[in-house]
Nanobody, 125 residues
């Protein structure tokens, strides 16, 4: 059974930074797509950042220049470095993955098969 285990998150003031981590229990393919999504109360879950095995990355416009997605030496680890946080970044953040995956780093949630448990990030003004 595939599990995505998240860590990080918490409360931070505006302008601060936070790092989210996600580790997959099983990773059996060299072609994959991993990403981060977020969902604020009353809003749809949106793609924040993704990284694919072809080396491509993708970011939603609202986080470009502030957030960075990366992988560890073990490709089953993915991180989201969040800088210059704003109150509108407050949401539950979810790690997601799918494999096999051929192509660019997509941000469409329908493309992802596996999901983490979610971790809250709260940015106060």
């Amino acid at each position: 059974q595939v599990k995505l285990v998240q860590s990080g998150g918490g409360s931070v003031q505006t302008g601060g930074s936070r790092r989210l981590s996600c580790v997959t229990s099983v990773f059996t393919d060299n072609s994959y797509l991993m990403g981060w999504f977020r969902q604020a109360p009353g809003k749809e879950r949106e793609g924040v950042a993704s990284i694919a095995s072809d080396g491509s990355t993708n970011y939603v416009d609202s986080v470009k220049g502030r957030f960075t997605i990366s992988q560890g030496d073990s490709k089953n680890e993915v991180y989201l470095e969040m800088n210059r946080l704003k109150p509108e970044d407050t949401a539950m953040y979810y790690c997601a993955a799918v494999w096999p995956w051929i192509g660019y780093a997509s941000l469409h949630k329908a493309n992802f098969h596996y999901w983490g448990q979610g971790t809250q990030v709260t940015v106060s003004s």
